[in-house]
């Protein structure tokens, strides 16, 4: 009985607040920065050239089979402007079958593909399924337009861990801020400076430091950290 | 000359009116599903249509288009003339309804002597519709939809009638257009505020709307009676309810809220026209937003709390009513003994159903006997 009033509250308060309904195609929320849509290649712009050398690694990992690569000898690497011996020929992704596991991106020794992490990673809808079927201009042509401002790359060591030969903290802390001056345009100096990591804007520190726990129990295999012992114990 | 010529003759001026009517009202209509999709999406912290037109304004006449042009589907087994005539033997008596209605002090399809006796009459025939629909479909579901809603709305056209009844007893009369002329000081809520409870909670009955939409519950029978009904035979059915709602929500302002008198008018009789037509559409949108409201808060009641609280709660208490207006009537006890007596009753009633609600759980106690009962 008294609930009624209290339903009736209920709703009233509800009609008060702002819908939370976001009107999609024409307003778009802002995708996380690990968002993962469909795998794109990534552009040298140093070099012009694909960072792609068509080793096939993530051809011969990929669980759906939906990618194709072939190589080439790199003629911008016969003229001394490339360190790339050879370079990629053509690749294809079947956008259809993929299932954006995110293996490639893991086993790619280059850098050179990652997830998607853009709306047009995801709204990719076509009347034929054969258009879905996309070669390498295709998938270049996101990065190379500089469409793709900031594309999420696993910080080095992380998704090698497996099989990788391991660095030292220290190395890896160089190979992060490396990493993060690359594809985020600032360098943070990470874990040497105090004031840097306590600021908890900064992008790059923060990651740095979850990078370092992680890297931690490798690192005290033997036993010298109390944290992870207690954590394990 | 042409205006002149049809309303010197009475058939083509009546053929006249209904025209107007018929091709207003399934206008107004379309916009109302707009409004109730719109007032049920913003209490649920969700937009609504907002795709077709400017703020989805036109989104009622794309899904009048659509659901023309769909296929109109009749069951091999059905009955074939129940089945096929059962929504207009729920459209037209809605319609012949608002023949009654006053929109202004004159602005009226006829100024019925007993307008508010006819309105009851005719409105009480859709009932036979609903009953045609559910068993000429030949589906188990559309015929308990409609045994459903030939109890629930027999039963509740009971306090509704008595409700309407006390309300005409004040002035004397059951022409809805002397019924207002009355409330020209005071509108009848405050008088009869038992009654108007009485009225909206059997008026939400009778429109079948949630929380009393037990006969057309999707989650018990599947739509009930409209279960297999499509295309424009369906939207018949869309149209009945809206308008019926439209109906209420006037019958409840005329004869609650004082219609078509602003504040000042007991003092000033000269209202133009236009100011009487925008109070009757406040006074309407108010109830007709508030039957919305409620159908976005309530969950639907079990079908015996629906019988019990008619039969042990509404009822009762109309009669009740109708005996506190015949003593101060009978015996001329001032104005301010009704609005108490009224008000009393009317607390009575609450507290009546807030006690049955709290003792709903409770069983096998020794001072509660009557288990099953409300009261």
């Known amino acids: 009985m008294l609930g009624i009033l209290k339903a009736i509250e209920t709703t009233v308060r509800a009609a008060m607040r702002r819908p939370v ?54 003629p911008n690497f016969a003229a001394g402007k490339s360190k ?50 996309m070669d390498l201009p295709a998938l270049l042509k996101q990065s190379k337009s500089g469409d793709l401002e900031t594309p ?31 594809h985020h345009g600032t360098s943070p100096d990470a874990p040497s400076s105090p004031e840097q990591t306590a600021d908890p804007t900064a992008e790059a520190p923060a990651g740095s430091e979850a990078r370092a726990e992680q890297a931690i129990p490798k690192a ?8 992870t012992e207690g954590a394990e114990g | 000359m042409f205006l002149a010529f049809v309303s010197d003759n009475p058939w083509l001026e009546a053929i006249a009116r209904m025209a107007v009517i018929a091709l207003l009202v399934p206008v107004g209509v379309i916009m ?44 091999h087994t059905a009955d074939r003339w129940t089945f096929e005539l059962a929504p207009f033997v729920i459209v037209v008596p809605v319609f012949m309804a608002i023949v009654a209605i006053p929109f202004t002090a004159d602005l009226f399809i006829k100024n019925l002597t007993l307008g508010l006796f006819y309105f009851v009459a005719v409105s009480g025939l859709s009932i036979v519709g609903f ?16 045994v459903r809603a030939a109890a629930q709305l027999i039963s509740y056209e009971i306090p509704l009638v008595m409700a309407l009844l006390a309300v005409a007893m004040v002035p004397q009369s059951l022409n809805l257009a002397e019924i207002v002329g009355a409330q020209a000081d005071t509108p009848y809520i405050v008088y009869q505020t038992l009654a108007f409870l009485i009225f909206v909670i059997a008026g939400t009955a009778e429109l079948y709307r949630p929380p ?14 409209t279960v297999e009904y499509s295309g424009i035979r369906w939207s018949m059915f869309q149209l009945g309810e809206f308008v019926s709602m439209v109906l209420i929500s006037i019958l409840g302002s005329l004869l609650f809220l004082g219609g078509w008198n602003w504040p000042w008018s007991a003092f000033d009789e000269s209202v133009p026209a236009a100011a ?4 009757m559409f406040l006074k309407t949108s108010a109830f007709i937003i508030f039957f919305m409201w409620i159908r976005g808060s309530l969950p639907r009641l079990r079908i015996d709390q629906m019988m019990s609280f008619c039969w042990q709660i509404l009822l009762p208490f109309a009669f009740l009513q109708i005996i506190i207006n015949g003593l101060v009537l009978v015996y001329d006890w001032p104005n301010e003994m009704m609005i108490l007596l009224s008000g009393a009753a009317a607390a009575g009633a609450v507290y009546m159903t807030y006690r049955a609600a709290r003792l709903s759980g409770v069983r096998y106690q020794p001072g509660y006997q009557r288990v099953g009962s409300v009261l």
């Not at chain 1, 005290?220 to 944290?227: E, L, R, V, Y």
């Open chain 1, 21 to 74: 309904t976001v009107q999609y195609p024409t307003e778009k929320k802002e995708l996380p920065h690990r968002s993962r849509g469909l795998p794109v290649l990534l552009w040298d712009f140093d070099i012009n050239e694909p960072f792609c050398t068509g080793c096939q690694v993530c051809a011969r990992y990929c669980p759906v089979d939906c990618m194709t690569v072939t190589m080439k000898d790199n």
């Open chain 1, 84 to 133: 790339r011996k050879k370079i990629v020929d053509r690749f294809y992704i079947d956008y259809a079958r993929c299932m954006r596991c995110d293996i490639c991106v893991e086993v790619c020794n280059f850098d050179a593909i990652v997830m998607n992490n853009t709306w047009k990673g995801v709204e990719l809808s076509r009347y034929d399924r054969q258009e879905l079927v």
């Open chain 2, 276 to 279: 009487q037509i925008v109070m």
């Open chain 2, 32 to 75: 109302l599903t707009w409004l109730e999709r719109k007032v049920i999406g913003r209490l649920q912290m969700r937009l609504g249509p907002m795709r077709v037109g400017p703020y989805g304004l036109l989104q009622g006449f794309a899904d009048t288009v659509k659901l023309l042009t769909k296929e109109d589907v009749r069951p």
């Open chain 1, 152 to 182: 999420f790359r696993e910080p080095m060591g992380v998704a090698h861990s497996g099989w990788a030969p391991k660095m030292d903290e220290e190395e890896e802390a160089a190979a992060e801020a490396a990493s993060a001056e690359r």
């Open chain 1, 220 to 227: 005290a295999d033997g036993g010298s950290n109390p944290a």
């Open chain 2, 212 to 225: 009393f939409d037990i006969p057309v519950a999707e989650s018990e029978v599947v739509g009930g009676p």
């Open chain 2, 131 to 146: 009953v045609m629909a559910g068993w000429g479909s030949d589906n188990k579901y559309a015929l308990l939809g409609g």
